[in-house]
């Protein structure tokens, strides 16, 4: 895990526009899954200087807009999805059988 101090010193440095709680516990809930996968991922990010991790964050948020854009797809808050496209409109997580992601 990446020390509190570090993260929060590189989430001040990023380009991510909206970087409240909601935003930094996504990127960092999917770091923890993906070091899940890839156990040499928390020793080469502590590894790393605030700015240098910044960094990482900038492409991890960029990623993930990329995505959504890409897809046409939004979540509108914690239990509902945007589709847009041909369908433009909101459906229920729970309606599609996925479980509601609850930030810790």
Not at 5 to 22: C, E, V, Y
Not at 64 to 77: H, I, L, P, Q
Not at 78 to 84: E, F, K, M, N
Request: neutral net charge.
């Amino acid at each position: 895990m990446i020390t509190t101090r570090k993260l929060t010193k590189a989430f001040s440095l990023t380009k991510i526009a909206h970087n409240g709680p909601a935003t930094q516990n996504h990127i960092t809930h999917n770091i923890d899954s993906a070091s899940d996968k890839r156990p040499d991922l928390n020793a080469i990010l502590n590894g790393m200087t605030a700015k240098q991790l910044s960094v990482v964050l900038d492409i991890a948020s960029y990623c993930f807009k990329a995505g959504r854009a890409d897809t046409g797809a939004e979540m509108v808050d914690s239990t509902g999805v945007w589709i847009g496209g041909d369908y433009q409109q909101i459906i229920d997580l729970e309606k599609l059988g996925i479980k509601p992601h609850v930030a810790h």
